[in-house]
């Protein structure tokens, strides 16, 4: 399977760099199209074939990213629609960018390839990404090929385009993870611990919390009833948090990063 690449910054780069670790195929046979050398030699160090040439890049490639930002995936689609053809996938990896407007784009008929929306997480750099996806015209067999691929990298399910609005909020939430770790550890170090003791306590909290509820299936707030002793100090330290807007403030964030009609 030949998979490009055509964009390699901190998405495309994240995706390039999950492929290259994963076991689906040869760092060989996943092509790189950037406008930055420094990118694409890194790239090359890793095994990957480079071009500065989109249109070179998607021939003879049975899976096309198109990994740009979002004011960019008009060029970029008209710059190599005639490259492309109806045995390719195309998976355009692009916030805001609709399924019609695409359709427009590649301006095709019979000849285009399979169309999917993609929107995963930088963490699939490290195979743990959640991604969201949504076929358009793709056959059960070539919808089934790109889960398989996300599967690889993480976790993916299906949305119905509809949602990605929403589902553009929640994958925002890897930053919000992050900044309550950063909280965390800032918090740990005022109780006297040194930061990077500190940021290992709090990764290792952190997973052991998602693995548990992974585990069990439970929800989270039954996993914290058990946690929770009456009159307790981990209940004083929750109730703080909630007297603080912590549940408002997160529920307040999510709604905010989802974009605006």
């Given at each position: 399977m030949k998979i490009t690449i055509i964009g390699a910054g901190a998405m495309g780069g994240a995706i390039a760099e999950g492929l290259i670790k994963s076991d689906v195929m040869r760092p060989s046979d996943l092509t790189i199209s950037d406008h930055h050398q420094e990118t694409l030699d890194h790239f090359s160090a890793l095994?990957?074939?480079?071009?500065?040439?989109?249109?070179?890049?998607?021939?003879?490639?049975?899976?096309?990213?198109?990994?740009?930002?979002?004011?960019?995936?008009?060029k970029t689609i008209a710059d190599i629609k005639d490259e492309l053809d109806d045995r390719q996938l195309l998976i355009v990896v692009a916030a805001g960018i609709t399924s019609a407007q695409?359709?427009?784009?590649?301006?095709?008929?019979?000849?285009?390839?399979?169309?999917?929306?993609?929107?995963?997480?930088?963490a699939?750099?490290?195979?743990?990404?959640?991604?969201?996806?949504?076929?358009?015209?793709?056959?059960?067999?070539?919808?089934?090929?790109?889960?398989?691929?996300?599967?690889?990298l993480g976790e993916s399910i299906l949305l119905e385009e509809s949602l990605y609005p929403a589902a553009t909020a929640l994958s925002?939430?890897?930053?919000?993870?992050?900044?309550?770790?950063?909280?965390?550890?800032?918090?740990?170090v005022e109780l006297g611990f040194k930061a990077k003791l500190a940021q290992k306590i709090v990764l290792?909290?952190?997973?052991?919390?998602?693995?548990?509820?992974?585990?069990?299936?439970?929800?989270?707030?039954?996993?914290?009833?058990?946690?929770?002793?009456?009159?307790?100090?981990?209940?004083?330290?929750?109730?703080?948090?909630?007297h603080a807007g912590f549940s408002s403030a997160v529920i307040r964030g999510m709604k905010a990063g989802k974009p605006q009609k």
């Amino acid at each position: 399977m030949k998979i490009t690449i055509i964009g390699a910054g901190a998405m495309g780069g994240a995706i390039a760099e999950g492929l290259i670790k994963s076991d689906v195929m040869r760092p060989s046979d996943l092509t790189i199209s950037d406008h930055h050398q420094e990118t694409l030699d890194h790239f090359s160090a890793l095994g990957a074939s480079t071009t500065l040439d989109n249109c070179l890049a998607v021939k003879d490639s049975d899976i096309v990213f198109v990994v740009v930002k979002p004011w960019c995936v008009e060029k970029t689609i008209a710059d190599i629609k005639d490259e492309l053809d109806d045995r390719q996938l195309l998976i355009v990896v692009a916030a805001g960018i609709t399924s019609a407007q695409l359709q427009t784009w590649l301006g095709k008929r019979g000849e285009s390839p399979s169309l999917f929306l993609a929107m995963p997480n930088i963490a699939i750099a490290y195979k743990a990404s959640m991604t969201y996806l949504t076929p358009v015209g793709a056959t059960e067999e070539e919808t089934q090929k790109v889960v398989a691929l996300f599967d690889e990298l993480g976790e993916s399910i299906l949305l119905e385009e509809s949602l990605y609005p929403a589902a553009t909020a929640l994958s925002c939430s890897i930053a919000y993870a992050m900044r309550y770790a950063r909280a965390s550890v800032e918090g740990a170090v005022e109780l006297g611990f040194k930061a990077k003791l500190a940021q290992k306590i709090v990764l290792q909290t952190m997973a052991g919390a998602v693995e548990l509820l992974k585990a069990t299936g439970e929800h989270p707030e039954a996993a914290i009833d058990k946690v929770t002793t009456p009159g307790g100090l981990t209940i004083r330290g929750l109730n703080e948090m909630e007297h603080a807007g912590f549940s408002s403030a997160v529920i307040r964030g999510m709604k905010a990063g989802k974009p605006q009609k």
